[in-house]
Structures are given as structure tokens and as C-alpha cells.
């Protein structure tokens, strides 16, 4: 019995001895530890998220205040009767839809400018090789509908080009001015593509195409052009190149010196431009603006989309989904 005791005794001391075992033993609570922890780090993760949005909030609401801002403080600038200014409206890069010159932009930036009693004249600055023949028509149209209504003067000035679509805008104004190296014309229409049929054939390719109407398939790039659609094509060319001239020389007059290439496409430099009639003389924009306008402060009108506009647009766009998405979650019809 006794050396059983032992036996059972020394057991009892080594498994108190263990380091391993004895620790749950000598940590008490350590799971009520453990869950303070991770309390604390989500009350961590929540106070962060809550600064993270009320830093975002307090950020659109400065954009906004911005934006707002600089509307209300242009548009104290611009109404001014008392500070007489030319108007300034830029023609930049391609003319269309989506393009950075729009018809709408335009439009609105002429209606603010040519409504400003303080602008004694309008000055389109022009620097784009075209595009568009339908936003040019809408520009034309609205200029010469806004100088006949205020009895205000518009002039053009060329940077580096003022071609085709853009040329069918300048010549709404009264004058038109151009650098000697600016490249000023091309009055003319276009409308390319590619065709693919000889490589198709080459490579075995068999286009296809399954159409309700014999032309619906017109212009299609995998499909060979005939001759009544390829007539069909050159005369709605030919017809847009009509109304073009018309407008050029309505708008142009006696000015301009007709020659059998004035109207073939061509494009020339500025000094040849005064010398055609495309154009009335040199200057640049300080100079008219001083010199012909008599305004020699200059206050840009032109729609632009700044960078705090695009964030009010982005935002908007995210509440409108976000509302969409709600709507359709609670919608009882999927």
C-alpha cells in the first residue's frame, strides 16, 4: 500500500509539475479576455467606418458647395451691365455627339452670352478639323437666329483649324480671322469605311448576312457594294455638299472669290484664306477683342465639364442605382 501510494503521489506531482497542462489552470478567465478583445476590435472597425463616412458626406457636400459656388459667382460676373466684356465661346476638337464640342454646349454657352447686355460681341474661337454636319447646321442656325434677336456682332477667330464642320460654323459670324498658318476650308463631305471581301475570299471566309430589305445590308464592310448603293450613298453626299455651299456662300457673300476648287475639299493656309475670301484678315483674339470689339476684357462662356462636375455626375449616377436597386429588391413584381 505504501509503495502504491508513492507511486500515485509522484503521478500526481509530475502532472502538476507540467507547465502545459497547469496553464488553463493557473490563466483563469482567459476566455472572457479573449472576447473583450475582440469586442474592442470591432468597436474599433465601426468607429472607422463611421469616420470614413461621415469624411465622404462632408466631402460631396464641400464638391457640391463648390460647384454651386463657382455657378452662382460666374453668373454674377457675366450679368454685369455695367462691365462691358467680349464674349468668348470656344469651337475645340471634333464636332458631334460625345465629341468636345457639342451642339447642345454650344447653344447654351451662345443664348448666356448673347442674353448678357454686358457683351458687347461674341467671338468663337475656333480650333477643330470637323466633324458633324448636323451640330454644325444646329450651331449656324442658332447664331444667326441670336444675332438677328440682339442685334450683336459675333466674329471667329482661327487658332490652328478651322475646317469643315467647323468652317460651316464660322461662317455665321460677320468676320473671320485666322493666324497666317492657320489651315482654313475643305469644304467638303465624307463618309469612309473598309471593305473586307477580297481577304475574305482569300481566306475562305464566307460572310453570312441575313437581311429584310435589299439594302439594309448598305455599307456593311463584309459584303461587296453594287452600284445602285454605292449612286444611293453619293448622292446623299452630294446633297449635304450642296446645303454646305449654300451656307458658305450666304454666309460668306461677295467676299468670297469662287474658283472651280473652292468648294472641291481643299484646304489652305490663312494668308491664302484672305486672299479666297474664306477668311477676312489676320489677328488673334486679344487683337480683336481690342481692336474691333472694343472690349478688351474677355470672359469665357464656353461649357466645360470640370473635375467636380464629373464627381457631382458620378454621384448622382451611384444614388440612382442605388435607388433602382432598392426599388427592385422591394418590388413585388421580378
Known amino acids: 500500500m505504501a509503495s502504491s501510494t508513492g507511486i500515485l503521489l509522484t503521478t500526481s506531482n509530475l502532472l502538476n ?43 460631396w457636400l464641400l464638391v457640391v458647395v463648390v460647384v454651386l459656388w463657382t455657378g452662382l459667382h460666374r453668373s454674377s460676373l457675366s450679368t454685369d451691365p455695367s462691365m462691358q466684356h467680349t464674349a468668348l465661346i ?3 476638337g471634333e464636332i458631334g455627339s460625345g465629341a468636345e464640342t457639342t451642339a447642345e454646349d454650344v447653344v447654351d454657352a451662345l443664348r448666356e452670352a448673347f ?21 454644325a447646321g444646329i450651331i449656324n442656325d442658332e447664331i444667326r437666329r ?43 463631305v465624307l463618309m469612309d469605311g473598309f471593305g473586307f471581301t477580297g481577304l475574305m475570299d482569300k481566306l475562305g471566309i464566307e460572310r453570312r448576312l441575313l437581311t429584310a430589305g435589299d439594302n439594309k445590308g448598305l455599307l456593311d464592310p463584309f459584303s461587296p457594294l453594287n452600284k445602285n448603293q454605292r449612286a444611293h450613298a453619293q448622292s446623299m453626299l452630294d446633297q449635304i455638299h450642296r446645303q454646305f455651299i449654300g451656307v458658305v456662300r450666304e454666309g460668306r457673300g461677295e467676299r468670297l472669290k469662287e474658283t472651280p476648287e473652292i468648294f472641291s475639299g481643299l484646304f489652305w493656309t490663312g ?10 484678315d489676320l ?5 480683336v477683342a481690342r481692336d474691333v ?11 466645360r465639364e470640370n473635375v467636380a462636375e464629373r464627381l457631382v455626375k458620378r454621384f448622382g449616377a451611384a444614388v440612382g442605382e442605388g435607388t433602382m436597386r432598392a426599388l427592385r429588391q422591394f418590388s413585388p413584381i421580378h
Open 17 to 59: 509539475s507540467d507547465p502545459i497542462m497547469n496553464e488553463p489552470f493557473e490563466q483563469p478567465g482567459w476566455e472572457r479576455d479573449a472576447l473583450q478583445q475582440l469586442l474592442q476590435g470591432q468597436l474599433k472597425e465601426q468607429r472607422s467606418a463611421r469616420r470614413w463616412k461621415i469624411f465622404f458626406r462632408l466631402s
Open 90 to 92: 470656344e469651337i475645340k
Open 115 to 135: 442674353e448678357d447686355h454686358g457683351a458687347q460681341a461674341v467671338v468663337l474661337r475656333i480650333n477643330s478639323p470637323g466633324g458633324s454636319p448636323v451640330h
Open 146 to 188: 441670336l444675332k438677328a434677336k440682339h442685334e450683336k456682332p459675333v466674329y471667329a477667330v482661327v487658332e490652328e483649324s478651322c475646317a469643315s464642320a467647323a468652317y460651316y460654323i464660322a461662317v455665321s459670324a460677320d468676320q473671320i480671322f485666322v493666324d497666317k498658318a492657320s489651315i482654313v476650308g475643305s469644304i467638303g
Open 271 to 280: 494668308e491664302q484664306a484672305v486672299k479666297l475670301g474664306l477668311a477676312d
Open 283 to 287: 489677328a488673334s483674339l486679344s487683337t
Open 293 to 303: 470689339v472694343k472690349a478688351e476684357d474677355i470672359i469665357d462662356y464656353t461649357r
